[in-house]
């Protein structure tokens, strides 16, 4: 189990958040003409783009840095080794908790069907392509990712960009369907109280230990809440919790943070306190889950 660290000071300064509205998703609508697009911004931390939706899919993948997409029922926070899939019609936000290189790829589904192959049989019923979900970016997706034309509607790529663009769009749609999903979203409540209490775990997981802690934060009892994780979430606090911290040591290894001072800083009294936590996570030691981060 985790120590409890030593509280933060109340005087500490929280920077003020920048917030944006969506990054022109309608200059680069995907069509059955060109079903795959993708678009380029580089935001600094705590960026935070305002919550919206598309009409198509979406992989949002970071090149640099780290973000933290949130939507209605859970929150995901990746770094360049992992990207997020938004279907169609989800509601969502992107938080920046490290200067990030954001490369959005928007994919168009036909009707019916949700999914990466839209054209393929596998994807009519869509499955767990109809959920937001964290998956593992290969070697050549992320080349694949960073070949695509970038240019907004308006601009279009000259004519041997856009035959490269035809190229490349089948291949990666292709990668995306093969990538592996990763155990790393953060399931968010309905009840507004619970849910003000998991955010505040979010921004600041070590800030309290004990469910007794936080539930006096948000003015109510330690059973109540209890009671509220179950019944909304299907889960206990501490089993919720353990996934923020897995959320938050994956983030600082992607800045090559070694695991002595992650496990210390999550508030773990030893690594191996810290190590046993990620195996009943992910059922794979940190060195093995954390090799690509």
């Given at each position: 189990m985790p120590r409890r660290p030593s509280p933060p000071p109340k005087a500490r300064a929280t920077p003020a958040a920048t917030r944006v509205g969506p990054l022109t998703p309608h200059l680069f609508t995907p069509t059955a003409e060109r079903p795959l697009r993708a678009k380029r911004h580089t935001l600094?931390?705590?960026?935070?783009?305002?919550?919206?939706?598309?009409a198509?899919?979406?992989?949002?993948?970071?090149?640099?840095?780290?973000?933290?997409?949130?939507?209605?029922?859970?929150?995901?926070?990746?770094?360049?080794?992992r990207a997020v899939w938004v279907p169609p019609g989800v509601e969502h936000a992107i938080t920046v908790v490290e200067t990030a290189e954001l490369r959005t790829?928007?994919?168009?589904?036909?009707?019916?069907?949700?999914?990466?192959?839209?054209?393929?049989?596998?994807?009519?019923?869509?499955?767990?392509?109809?959920?937001?979900?964290?998956l593992e970016v290969s070697e050549l997706l992320r080349a694949l990712l960073l070949a695509l034309p970038t240019a907004p509607d308006g601009e279009p790529p000259g004519a041997d960009a856009l035959a490269r663009e035809k190229l490349i769009a089948p291949l990666l749609a292709d990668e995306l369907k093969r990538a592996a999903p990763v155990p790393l979203g953060v399931a968010l409540p309905q009840d507004k109280r619970l849910r003000t209490l998991c955010e505040a775990v979010l921004d600041d997981p070590t800030r309290h230990d004990t469910l007794a802690d936080w539930s006096r934060d948000v003015g109510a009892s330690e059973r109540t809440v209890a009671r509220l994780f179950r019944q909304d979430l299907g889960t206990s606090f501490v089993q919720w919790r353990q996934q923020v911290l897995l959320a938050?040591?994956?983030?600082?290894?992607?800045?090559?943070?070694?695991?002595?001072?992650?496990?210390?800083?999550?508030?773990?009294?030893?690594?191996?306190?810290?190590?046993?936590?990620?195996?009943?996570?992910?059922?794979?030691?940190?060195s093995r889950f954390f090799a690509s981060a």
């Open positions: 600094a931390t705590d960026s935070r783009v305002e919550p919206h939706s598309h198509w899919a979406q992989l949002a993948w970071s090149a640099t840095g780290v973000m933290r997409l949130t939507a209605a029922r859970g929150t995901y926070l990746v770094p360049p080794s790829l928007y994919l168009h589904q036909r009707p019916g069907r949700c999914g990466p192959g839209c054209g393929a049989r596998a994807d009519a019923a869509g499955g767990d392509w109809r959920h937001c979900r964290v938050r040591a994956l983030s600082l290894a992607a800045r090559g943070t070694p695991m002595g001072q992650i496990a210390s800083e999550l508030g773990y009294a030893s690594p191996s306190a810290f190590s046993a936590m990620v195996r009943r996570s992910v059922g794979a030691p940190p």
